[in-house]
């Protein structure tokens, strides 16, 4: 069993480790810092997210609004968003030769539309600053010692005067935290779609539409709504919204089993204000069939579904539609039901509710209120976030901050 001594040692070799170790070489070139991996490759994560081109963050730059994006979390980032978050990312990958671009919803990636460019300047940087990289490290234990902390992995021992974990959503980390005093809140999926089975909304898969989606089952707190497009796929609801609501409900619904109730609001109107649209449209349209006769903004395809739905006959005349007809319409598009039997994980962005308990990091350096010496970040931690960038910008921030707290103290 080989033996080595650093002054810090990473576990994990993602976007929060690299990050974390990058910026502590930049304040102390003379420390001796390695990144343990337990796989044969580093950045996996980085590598597919946002479907190959890397979300980096989200163009939210004032802290507290950026903080409303995290279910498990929001009242802890706050501290941490003020001294680092959304526009010093930007600005720290820029410098660095990497600059990014803002898309219309938000999400931020690098004008190349590669997670390459993010990778090939993390591990740029990390051979700059002699930042050893070793794959194929599993940890299996970790003792804090008079001179730090003794890691064990099954083919090394590594003795280190600080630790820093960011294994992401790792059982046997959690496990690991568990026995040396830490509370771990029980992971649970985050991020998933929803599965349906109605053979004519399947039918439209490939259609998106801006809707309000809102969970009906009382135990699942039926206040709970998200906005967003949602996507209709070949197995249910996906887009956006679906999965924003699947985040902000991850432990209610996994505790139903993934069994529950939504209704979907297709556009954002009163039901009066659609009640007297559509008795407009019934004069100034009077002897047009209802499926030319559509002025909301939603796609054809779904208006003609939605009539169905309504009992109205595509075909029809607008002249003959009774108020009572228009006002079945107008609670179909406001209030569209349906029953979803199970989920499908959004394997692009997968994310774990779940992790070490909040209470037991202190925001301020992210260091182990249980363990001196040790610091938490990522997802390793009970914090998680919307799709959109968010997760990456929790592990930048949380891998400087660390960063800047061993560099002025260690």
Same mark, same amino acid.
């Given at each position: #069993?080989?033996? *080595? ?22 304040? +102390? ?55 680092? #978050? ?21 999400? #931020? ?10 990778? =090939? ?27 730090? /902390? ?6 090394? =021992? ?33 991020? /998933?779609? /929803? ?21 009906? =089952? ?41 069994? *529950?109730?939504?209704?979907? +609001? ?14 407009? %449209? ?7 069939? %209802? ?12 208006? $003609? ?25 107008? $609670? ?15 394997? =692009?962005? /997968? ?11 202190? *925001? ?29 910008? $929790? ?16």
């Amino acid at each position: #069993m080989e033996n *080595f001594t650093y002054d810090v040692v990473i576990v994990g070799g993602g976007a929060a480790g690299f990050f974390t170790a990058i910026n502590l070489a930049e304040a +102390r070139p003379e420390l001796k810092i390695v990144i343990l991996e337990k796989s044969k490759a580093v950045l996996q994560k980085v590598r597919i997210s946002g479907g190959g081109r890397c979300n980096v963050t989200h163009a939210e730059f004032d802290p507290r609004t950026l903080t409303t994006y995290y279910p498990r979390g929001e009242k802890e980032l706050l501290g941490p968003f003020h001294k680092f #978050m959304t526009g010093d990312t930007v600005a720290w990958f820029e410098e660095r030769g990497v600059p990014l671009k803002i898309e219309e919803d938000g999400r #931020m990636f690098p004008v190349t539309d590669s997670s390459q460019s993010i990778i =090939d300047c993390l591990e740029s940087e990390a051979n700059r600053f002699n930042i050893e990289v070793k794959l194929s490290q599993n940890v299996v234990d970790f003792e804090a010692v008079d001179t730090g /902390f003794q890691v064990n992995t099954a083919t090394a =021992d590594y003795t280190t005067k600080r630790l820093v974990i960011t294994a992401g959503s790792s059982k046997k980390i959690w496990q690991l935290l568990a026995k040396k005093g830490h509370s771990i809140v029980s992971p649970v999926p985050s991020l /998933f779609t /929803f599965n349906i089975n109605e053979p004519e909304l399947l039918a439209l898969q490939g259609l998106s539409q801006l809707a309000d989606v809102q969970l009906l =089952d009382e135990n699942l707190k039926p206040w709970l709504s998200q906005s967003g497009p949602v996507l209709v796929t070949h197995w249910g609801l996906s887009g956006p919204g679906i999965l924003k609501l699947s985040a902000v409900a991850a432990r209610e619904l996994s505790a139903c089993e993934y069994k *529950f109730s939504i209704k979907v +609001r297709w556009v954002d109107m009163h039901p009066e204000q659609l009640q007297e649209a559509f008795k407009k %449209l019934r004069l100034d349209r009077a002897k047009q069939q %209802l499926s030319n006769g559509n002025t909301l903004e939603m796609p054809k395809r779904l208006w $003609n579904y939605l009539l169905e739905r309504s009992g109205l006959d595509p075909k029809g005349l607008w002249s003959d539609q009774s108020n009572k007809k228009l006002e079945e319409l107008s $609670n179909t598009i406001l209030g569209d039901t349906y029953t979803v039997n199970g989920k499908s994980t959004y394997k =692009d962005e /997968f994310v774990t509710a779940g992790g070490v308990a909040l209470h037991e990091v202190n *925001f301020k350096s992210f260091e182990s209120r249980v363990i001196s010496g040790l610091h938490l970040a990522g997802e390793v931690i009970d914090v998680d976030a919307l799709t959109g960038g968010f997760n990456f910008q $929790n592990a930048w921030t949380g891998g400087y901050l660390i960063a800047q707290g061993i560099a002025t103290s260690l």
